[in-house]
T-cell receptor
Framework: DTGVSQDPRHKITKRGQNVTFRCDPI?????LYWYRQTLGQGPEFLTY????????KSRLLSDRFSAERPKGSFSTLEIQRTEQGDSAMYLC????????????????FGEGSRLTVL | DQQVKQNSPSLSVQEGRISILNCDYT??????FLWYKKYPAEGPTFLIS?????DKNEDGRFTVFLNKSAKHLSLHIVPSQPGDSAVYFC????????????FGQGTRLTINP
C-alpha cells in the first residue's frame, strides 16, 4: 500500500495521559500536514512540514501539542496531559509542492487516528 | 471566521438523478478549490479540483463549477449512485505558500434507491 498510513487508528486514554500518533506519508511527498476533525465539522489545519522543517502552526496547536518530522519522512504528533476537549480524529496528509505536482494542489489523507479521552 | 461554507448539512437525492452540492468562500486569495468525499471512520478522499483560472472541470460523473465573482463553487454528480452516499467537503487553498486546505463543514449526501 503506497498511501498515507497512520497509527494507531484508535486510541482511548484517560485525561492527563500523553499520547503519540505516527504518520507515514506517501514516500516521494515533501510536505506533510496534520489536521483535526471533530464531529459535524470539517478538518481544521494544525501544522505542516516541508521536508523536516515545521513551517507553520495553527493557533489551535496549544503548548501541549508537539509535532516532529525528524528525517523528512514519517511524522509524530504528541499530545501531553490530554483533556477531554482533545477527543477528535487526527488526520495526516501529504503532498508535493504545487510546482513539483505539475500545478495541482491536492493533499492525500490517511485514514486518521481517532482519540477518545475519558 | 468561516472562510469556506457549506450551508446545506444534508441532501437526499433519488438514484439516477443529479446531485448538486454547493459551497461559498469569502477569501478572494484562494486560487485552488477541491472536493473531498468521506466515509465514516475513514480519511477524506480527493474527488476533483479546479484552479481559479477555470470555471469548469469535469471527471466522469463529477463536474465542478467555479463562479469567482460570486465566490461560489458547486459539485454536480450525474447520474447519482448509491455508492455516492457519503459526506462531501469543499476545500480551498492558495497554491503559493503553505497550500493548506481550508474546509467547509461538509454536506451529507444520501442517494435513495
Amino acid at each position: 500500500d503506497t498511501g498515507v498510513s497512520q497509527d494507531p487508528r484508535h486510541k482511548i486514554t484517560k485525561r492527563g495521559q500523553n499520547v503519540t500518533f505516527r504518520c507515514d506519508p506517501i514516500s516521494e511527498h515533501n510536505r506533510l500536514y496534520w489536521y483535526r476533525q471533530t464531529l459535524g465539522q470539517g478538518p481544521e489545519f494544525l501544522t505542516y512540514f516541508q521536508n523536516e522543517a515545521q513551517l507553520e502552526k495553527s493557533r489551535l496547536l496549544s503548548d501541549r501539542f508537539s509535532a516532529e518530522r525528524p528525517k523528512g519522512s514519517f511524522s509524530t504528533l504528541e499530545i501531553q496531559r490530554t483533556e477531554q476537549g482533545d477527543s477528535a480524529m487526527y488526520l495526516c496528509a501529504s503532498s508535493l509542492t504545487y510546482r513539483l505536482a505539475g500545478g495541482t494542489g491536492e493533499l492525500f489523507f490517511g485514514e486518521g487516528s481517532r482519540l477518545t479521552v475519558l | 471566521d468561516q472562510q469556506v461554507k457549506q450551508n446545506s448539512p444534508s441532501l437526499s437525492v433519488q438514484e439516477g438523478r443529479i446531485s448538486i452540492l454547493n459551497c461559498d468562500y469569502t477569501n478572494s486569495m484562494f486560487d485552488y478549490f477541491l472536493w473531498y468525499k468521506k466515509y465514516p471512520a475513514e480519511g477524506p478522499t480527493f474527488l476533483i479540483s479546479i484552479s481559479s483560472i477555470k470555471d469548469k472541470n469535469e471527471d466522469g460523473r463529477f463536474t465542478v463549477f467555479l463562479n469567482k465573482s460570486a465566490k461560489h463553487l458547486s459539485l454536480h454528480i450525474v447520474p447519482s449512485q448509491p455508492g455516492d452516499s457519503a459526506v462531501y467537503f469543499c476545500a480551498a487553498s492558495r497554491l503559493q505558500g503553505a497550500q493548506k486546505l481550508v474546509f467547509g463543514q461538509g454536506t451529507r449526501l444520501t442517494i435513495n434507491p
